[in-house]
């Protein structure tokens, strides 16, 4: 019988692992950007389960920290993917091949 | 098993099962929708663990914020719905994932229960149950003692972040047609 920070702790492993396998598998950035949104919201799911286990407010903290940090990520991120679709006209990342990936 | 534990079930389920919907969807901004929708449910999670604030600034800044300039720059780029091609795995790929979840299990059970134990000094008991109103007390009183230098070099990073977003997407005039 599981309490509800430690089911707490299996669904962020379950989100983790969609997530990365959205980044790993898909071509569309817009789409790979998403993923990473999901991999964020899973440690933050994972955070607040630790903070309740613990009955301390650091890993309430720390997930709004990670918030703060996912929404600069989104800010440049996007901003990339607009100067990238001008040159390219394509937000797919194999014809990305300037650098040779 | 109680009602509380139930509806916490139900909605990590859901959870799941939105991401994986999110993860196959061919249409980004059906995708874009369906993360919304998984930021509510988190949302509803959080606030059946105890964090009051967390669920609200999820609602508000992930899927107020965040989630909409997702879809504005989506929308803004009118793309047309992606062919879906998750490639071609090898043997030794298949191996490697089936083996990495399976470590990862491994540890989520009871090996990695009593690892965690004993390495945060956790006691088998439950923490005792935070007073519903003292959540966001709490939450702030830690976040302006303990964590107030890195809630300054938050906000220093959030203006670098904007800055170079400016200057990232400027169209330079120059030559802007040869990149």
């Known amino acids: 019988m599981l309490s509800l920070p430690e089911m707490g702790l299996y669904f962020s492993f379950l989100l983790f692992l969609i997530g990365l396998f959205t980044v790993m598998f898909r071509k569309n950035i817009l789409v790979m950007m998403l993923g990473v949104e999901i991999l964020l919201n899973a440690a933050n799911l994972a955070f607040v389960s630790a903070s309740r286990i613990t009955g301390t407010m650091d890993g309430q903290v720390v997930m709004f920290m990670v918030m703060a940090v996912a929404a600069c990520e989104a800010a440049i991120g996007l901003a990339m993917i607009i100067s990238l679709y001008r040159a390219k006209a394509s937000v797919e990342a194999d014809d990305l091949k300037l650098l040779r990936g | ?179």
């Open chain 2, 1 to 179: 098993m109680g009602f509380q534990e139930i509806v916490f079930f139900v909605m990590g389920i859901l959870a799941v099962a939105l991401g994986g919907c999110l993860a196959t969807r061919r249409n980004p901004v059906s995708a874009a929708m369906l993360l919304i929708s998984l930021m509510v449910v988190l949302a509803g999670m959080y606030g059946m663990l105890d964090a009051h604030f967390a669920a609200v600034a999820q609602i508000i800044v992930y899927a107020g914020a965040i989630m909409v300039v997702f879809i504005f720059v989506m929308m803004l780029l009118n793309l047309p719905p992606e062919e879906l091609r998750f490639g071609t795995l090898t043997v030794g790929e298949i191996i490697l994932t089936i083996a990495g979840i399976g470590v990862a299990v491994a540890l989520g059970t009871k090996v990695g229960q009593g690892y965690l134990v004993s390495a945060l000094q956790l006691s088998e008991a439950r923490a005792p149950l935070l007073p519903e109103t003292e959540n966001l007390r709490n939450v702030a009183a830690t976040m302006f003692t303990d964590y107030l230098w890195s809630f300054e070099l938050i906000s220093f990073l959030i203006l670098a972040a904007v800055i170079g977003a400016v200057v990232i997407s400027k169209r330079r005039h120059g030559h802007a047609e040869s990149a």
